[in-house]
Structure formats: structure tokens, C-alpha cells
């Protein structure tokens, strides 16, 4: 009798180890989303407005259009729980003005190299914003862009970077180093970790 009520015992246990296994899973798999977009302007009806809610990391691969990058960028805004972005292996050309600025809950995004052009203020306000990878096409930074992104400390700026407009990395209060691409001599340089233009005014 005794050998069965442990062997019961052992039995539960087991069981409600699988449960909770099963539960952690699924809660990984709510909060972390990789999707593929067939077809541009989709991406929004692949899930529910529900799991889009609870996404906290997000990759998006394939046919993701301007239309799709608009509904992540409302859904960093809106849901408040979206952490990290990487758009690597998609062939997104520009994020635009004020996109995604003001999500707080926004630490790394990853854009791909097919992004020629950050606009005005497009990140704006993203308090938390700790790394962003800048495409290697990228030629312009717009005005105020990374303006108040408090917890960024490292950015390297690449070889085709030919613009950056007024305040771009205002506020940026962490921010102590920044990289140059040695190909971009011809519009930036760097000394002592701060930016400054070929024609040496200080940038940050």
C-alpha cells in the first residue's frame, strides 16, 4: 500500500511538473512572436488584438511594408509591453517622422539595411531605448530623432550617413560614444568618443 501512495505521489508530481512546464511554454510563446510576411499590409491579422497585446518580443521577416511598420509602431505605442523589434530580414526603406516616438517600453530595435532614412523625431521620447543598430544604407537622421532616449549609450554611425539634422541626440544623457564607420571621413569624425561634422562643428 505504501509503495502505491508514493508511487501516486510520484506520479502527481511528475504531472504537475508537465503543467507548469506546459504553462511557461506557452507564455514564451505569447510573449515572443516570429513572424513571416507573405504579403505587405498583413501583419496586423496574424494575430488578435488580444496577443498583440501581450507580445514583449517581436521579429518580423518577409513582405513587411510601410503599412506593417505603421501597426508595430502602434503597437509599441499603444500595448506598452513591447521591448524588442528586430526588422533585419525584412526590406523596409524608411522609418518615418514621429513613428515610434513615446514608447516607453521600447530596448532594442533592429532595422534593416534596406532603411535609407530615419525621419523627424521618429524616436522621440523612447525613454527606455537602450540599442539600435543603424542600417549600413542609412544616409539620413532627422531632426530630434533620438531626442530624449535616455538609456542609449553607444551608437555607431555609418559610412553612407550624409545628414543629421538639429538635435537628433538631444537629451541623449547616457549617450558618451559614438562610432564613425572609417569610410564616412568625407561627413563625420569622432574625438574623445563625441561627434562632430568634417567641417567640426560639434554634433553631441
Not at 491579422?45 to 497585446?53: C, F, I, P, V
Not at 538635435?167 to 562610432?179: D, E, Q, S, T
Request: proline share 1%; glycine share 8%.
Amino acid at each position: 500500500m505504501e509503495n502505491k501512495v508514493h508511487f501516486a505521489n510520484g506520479l502527481l508530481h511528475i504531472i504537475v511538473v508537465l503543467i507548469l512546464g506546459l504553462n511557461i511554454e506557452i507564455a514564451q510563446s505569447q510573449t515572443e512572436q516570429v513572424l513571416t510576411v507573405e504579403k505587405g499590409g498583413t501583419l496586423e491579422k496574424m494575430l488578435t488584438d488580444n496577443q498583440w497585446g501581450e507580445v514583449e518580443n517581436l521579429t518580423v521577416k518577409g513582405e513587411a511594408n510601410k503599412e506593417d511598420l505603421h501597426f508595430i509602431a502602434k503597437i509599441a505605442r499603444e500595448k506598452g509591453v513591447l521591448k524588442e523589434i528586430n526588422l533585419r530580414k525584412t526590406k523596409l526603406s524608411e522609418v518615418g517622422m514621429k513613428l515610434f516616438q513615446g514608447s516607453l517600453s521600447l530596448k532594442t530595435i533592429l532595422l534593416p539595411n534596406s532603411i535609407t532614412a530615419i525621419g523627424k523625431e521618429a524616436f522621440k521620447g523612447c525613454v527606455n531605448l537602450e540599442k539600435i543598430i543603424l542600417p549600413s544604407e542609412l544616409t539620413s537622421i532627422g531632426s530630434w530623432a533620438f531626442s530624449g532616449c535616455m538609456e542609449m549609450k553607444e551608437i555607431e554611425i555609418g559610412k553612407k550617413v550624409s545628414w543629421i539634422g538639429e538635435g537628433a541626440f538631444f537629451h541623449c544623457n547616457k549617450l558618451l560614444k559614438f562610432k564613425v564607420s572609417s569610410k564616412n571621413t568625407e561627413y563625420y569624425n569622432t574625438k574623445n568618443g563625441d561627434l562632430y561634422s568634417s567641417a567640426g562643428k560639434l554634433i553631441h
